[in-house]
Nanobody, 121 residues
Framework: QVQLVESGGGLVQPGGSLRLSCAASGFTLDHYAIGWFRQAPGKEREAVSCISGSDDSTYHSDSVKGRFTISRDNAKNTVYLQMNSLKPEDTAVYYC??????????????WGQGTQVTVSS
């Protein structure tokens, strides 16, 4: 069965960096678009980044563009989210998702359990 397991969250000071990992199993990683969503307390869930399954095209929301980078290691069945220059407003639970097809569109089919990222001094 499809499984997505996030890791790498934690507490970091403003301006710091974290790298989230999403270990995928139960499907062929590069056949699907994989993304990251986040949800902060009292706010709606937000799409952050996505990497397509066809040509590795990447997409980032305006709020993280230039600071976050999504990448994929097919040999390790893992997707990464490198987060730099973190801000307090990046504090949220981050979810790894798998889309239905190879492109980054629509509501994801599968979700991981989430990992907490807290940016605070």
């Amino acid at each position: 069965q499809v499984q997505l397991v996030e890791s790498g969250g934690g507490l970091v000071q403003p301006g710091g960096s974290l790298r989230l990992s999403c270990a995928a199993s139960g499907f062929t990683l590069d056949h699907y678009a994989i993304g990251w969503f986040r949800q902060a307390p009292g706010k709606e869930r937000e799409a952050v980044s996505c990497i397509s399954g066809s040509d590795d095209s990447t997409y980032h929301s305006d709020s993280v563009k230039g600071r976050f980078t999504i990448s994929r290691d097919n040999a390790k069945n893992t997707v990464y989210l490198q987060m730099n220059s973190l801000k307090p407003e990046d504090t949220a639970v981050y979810y790894c998702v798998r889309h239905t097809y190879y492109y980054c569109s629509g509501y994801p089919s599968y979700w991981g359990q989430g990992t907490q990222v807290t940016v605070s001094s």
